[in-house]
């Protein structure tokens, strides 16, 4: 175990700092850019889903299910390679932003959906007896009432999409977990402190998000 942590190899470590944090700057990069797409998704089907046509609820149904149990390594190497095989060259980290954007836009669709089922539905016929189209009742009464129910649960898919940016690892990303395991990988097998750092580096961007979600669904508990 000493070996595996030597003065050494954290020397080399340290000498070779920037390497990681261009990893981090990738990974916060491609974490806001699948948060965009996600959120943006994510209401959109959201409200889908809560359509009278059973149609559009199925569209928003099959959205769900696809992109919620096909895993998201999965998604980003068929999506990845399907593009490269077809002549398109593109840049993984654009991989990274569409399938994360996919993925966590699905899960955001269903908190969505259950964030807009807890509106009484008298506060909807008040909006109509006000002569409020659809549109207007949804952006002015309902949305500002759901966003304080489902601010936390939102506050805890940011994270999840954060850790999950790992799975760029498998098409080069350049993010965090891959350039952490080229670097362990290349020439010292320094495994121990590149490992430790990545995971004290996650911990760090996600544990302050993780806690402001708590903090939040415990304020709204006691409100």
């Known amino acids: ?85 077809g002549g398109i060259n593109i840049d993984p980290r654009v991989v990274g932003i569409v399938c994360l954007g996919l993925c966590i836009g699905a899960l955001i669709s269903e908190i969505v959906r259950g964030g807009l089922s807890a509106i009484p539905k008298g506060q909807y016929e008040a909006a109509e007896s006000q002569g409020l189209s659809r549109l207007q009742t949804m952006r002015i009464v309902v949305y500002p009432q759901m966003l304080k129910i489902i601010l936390p649960p939102l506050a805890t898919q940011l994270s999840v999409l954060i850790l999950n940016t790992c799975a760029m690892s498998m098409i080069a990303g350049g993010d965090l977990m891959y350039v952490t395991s080229n670097w362990a990988n290349n020439g010292t097998l320094s495994y121990g402190p590149a490992y430790l750092v990545a995971g004290i580096l996650f911990f760090v961007i996600c544990f302050p998000i993780t806690r402001i979600a708590s903090a939040q669904e415990q304020k709204r508990k006691y409100r």
């Open 1 to 85: 175990m000493g070996n595996v942590f030597a003065a050494w190899r954290w020397h080399y470590l340290w000498e070779s700092r920037m390497v990681f944090l261009k990893g981090v700057l990738v990974t916060v990069e491609v974490a806001l850019g699948g948060l965009v797409l996600a959120l943006i998704l994510g209401f959109l089907f959201g409200t889908l889903s809560t359509s009278k046509s059973k149609v559009v609820r199925a569209i928003a149904r099959i959205y769900l299910e696809i992109f919620r149990n096909i895993p998201l390594p999965l998604q980003m190497m068929f999506m990845f390679y399907a593009l490269i095989y």
